[in-house]
Structures are given as C-alpha cells and as structure tokens.
C-alpha cells in the first residue's frame, strides 16, 4: 500500500507498528517520522516514536515527542510511565510520580506504573508510600523478582525483618541462582542474631558468584559474633584482595 500512495501517513504508520512489534525500531522510526511528516496518527505516532527513542536512551527526544503526544491526546500509558522512568533517571521524582499517577489513572490495573512510582517514593524517602506501591504492583502481577527484592529491602531498612524475610524468601524461591536474594536473606538473618543462618545464606550466595562484592566482609562478621576470628580475618583479607577499596573489610582486621 505504501508504495502505491505514498501521501498515506496512515499507511507508514500502520508499518511502523509493525515493525515496532517485531523489535525493528530503526525500520519503525523511519516510519513514524514519515507518519509524522504527513500529519498522521500524531497521538499513537509520537507516543511510539518516543517510546523508541526511550528505548535507545536518547531521553531529550523521548521528553519531546512524549509532549507532543500529551498535546495530542494520548491515552497510552507507556507514554506516561516511561517519561516517568526517565524524569527518574534525571533525579526529578515528584514529576515521575505526577507522571505514574497519571499512567494509573489511565489504566488502574497497570502494574508498571506502580512499581515505577515505588521507585520513585523510595528514592525520596517516602518508605510507606513506595512499599504500598510496591505490595499493588505484586498483587497485580506478573510475578516479578525484583519487586520482592525491592519491598524487602525497605522493609529491612524500616527494621520490620519478619516481613523483610518473607520478601526474601520469596525471592529465593523465584530466583533459585541469583546471589542478591540469599546475601539479602543473611543480612536478615544477621539483624536477628542469627550468625549461623546468614553465613549458611552467604555461603550460598558466594558458591552462586564468589566474587560477591561486600559478601566475605559480611561473612567475617558473622564468623566473628560467633567467635571464629581466625576465619573472619580469612574472609576479611579475601575481600580486601578482591576490592581493595572496601573500607569495611579494612576496618574490621
């Protein structure tokens, strides 16, 4: 259709869509921009074509054409939770959070917009806020580690550890091979007094990655609450050969 009426801007943008779908954003760019040119689509063309300069990490294009599409109508809510993430990336959290709220409004079930907004309240310190966010966006799944991971290390923060321990958990049980979950679960572990139980989780994690960044500091205190200083200076010296920048691990020889 395209090569029989080239003054279609309908027609390129219906391509474009295309092959936005099949992760062709060079060949959808092309397209959105001669949808654009003719006029065409300019609500759905300008969310897509910011939505790919998102993508590409070119965020000064992505804000304009997110605009535009504002100024069209837009009801995507990828428009608004993308600009969001970028606002974000730029250290302006209440315009993410203005921006998310606007994405739920939208569309209420819209489990992105949550998770986004969470992580911009955390960011700000707005801890019951961010783990509210956090507790909707898993309510509305998918199933998604690093919402847990997130909600229980601000719950670890907060000091509430029974609750920081089950998000833990979780991810352990989602996340069988991931480090972080069972460092996070030891550092649990270690605020209750149980040595023992957080080096069994970072020995975990450290046959998962054993150059786990903080883990064999972690470990040396927990061997030395136990009283087994020889092998907590071990594990101290470990981290040292391995980041010799970590202050911690210096500071407990």
Same mark, same amino acid.
């Given at each position: 259709v395209?090569?029989?009426?080239?003054?279609?801007?309908?027609?390129?943008?219906?391509?474009?869509?295309?092959?936005?779908?099949?992760?062709?954003?060079?060949?959808?760019?092309?397209?959105?921009?001669?949808?654009?040119?003719?006029?065409?689509?300019?609500?759905?063309?300008?969310?897509?074509?910011?939505?790919?300069?998102?993508?590409?990490?070119?965020?000064?294009?992505?804000?304009?054409?997110?605009?535009?599409?504002?100024?069209?109508?837009?009801?995507d809510?990828?428009?608004?939770?993308?600009r969001?993430?970028?606002?974000?990336?730029? @250290?302006?959290?209440?315009?993410?959070?203005?921006?998310?709220a606007?994405?739920?409004?939208?569309?209420?079930?819209y489990?992105?917009?949550?998770?986004?907004?969470?992580?911009?309240?955390?960011?700000?310190?707005?801890?019951?806020?961010?783990?509210?966010d956090?507790?909707?966006?898993i309510?509305?799944?998918?199933?998604?580690?690093?919402?847990?991971?997130s909600?229980?290390?601000?719950?670890?923060?907060? @000091?509430?550890?029974?609750?920081?321990?089950?998000?833990?958990?979780?991810?352990?049980?989602?996340?069988?091979?991931d480090?972080?979950?069972?460092?996070?679960?030891?550092?649990?572990?270690?605020?209750?007094?149980?040595?023992?139980?957080?080096?069994?989780?970072?020995?975990?994690?450290?046959?998962?990655?054993?150059?786990?960044?903080?883990?064999?500091?972690?470990? @040396?205190?927990y061997?030395?609450?136990?009283?087994?200083?020889?092998?907590?200076?071990?594990?101290?010296?470990?981290?040292?050969?391995?980041?010799?920048?970590?202050?911690?691990?210096?500071?407990?020889?």
């Amino acid at each position: 259709v395209i090569e029989l009426e080239p003054s279609d801007g309908a027609a390129y943008f219906g391509r474009g869509c295309a092959h936005f779908e099949m992760n062709d954003f060079d060949g959808a760019l092309e397209d959105f921009n001669k949808a654009i040119e003719r006029s065409a689509m300019e609500a759905y063309a300008y969310s897509y074509r910011g939505i790919i300069y998102c993508k590409k990490w070119d965020f000064d294009r992505a804000l304009s054409d997110f605009a535009r599409a504002e100024e069209f109508g837009t009801n995507d809510v990828r428009v608004f939770t993308m600009r969001a993430v970028i606002y974000k990336q730029k @250290g302006e959290y209440e315009k993410a959070i203005e921006d998310c709220a606007k994405a739920i409004e939208l569309n209420p079930d819209y489990m992105d917009a949550y998770a986004m907004r969470a992580c911009a309240y955390a960011s700000i310190k707005m801890v019951e806020q961010a783990i509210a966010d956090f507790t909707t966006a898993i309510r509305l799944g998918p199933v998604n580690v690093t919402l847990y991971l997130s909600r229980g290390a601000l719950y670890l923060n907060k @000091g509430e550890l029974d609750a920081a321990e089950k998000d833990f958990a979780e991810t352990v049980k989602l996340a069988p091979d991931d480090p972080v979950s069972y460092f996070n679960s030891a550092l649990v572990c270690g605020k209750k007094g149980d040595a023992g139980r957080a080096i069994d989780f970072i020995n975990k994690a450290l046959e998962i990655n054993p150059v786990f960044r903080d883990a064999y500091t972690n470990r @040396g205190i927990y061997y030395a609450q136990k009283g087994d200083f020889e092998n907590a200076v071990a594990d101290h010296m470990k981290e040292l050969e391995l980041y010799p920048d970590n202050c911690m691990a210096r500071f407990n020889l």
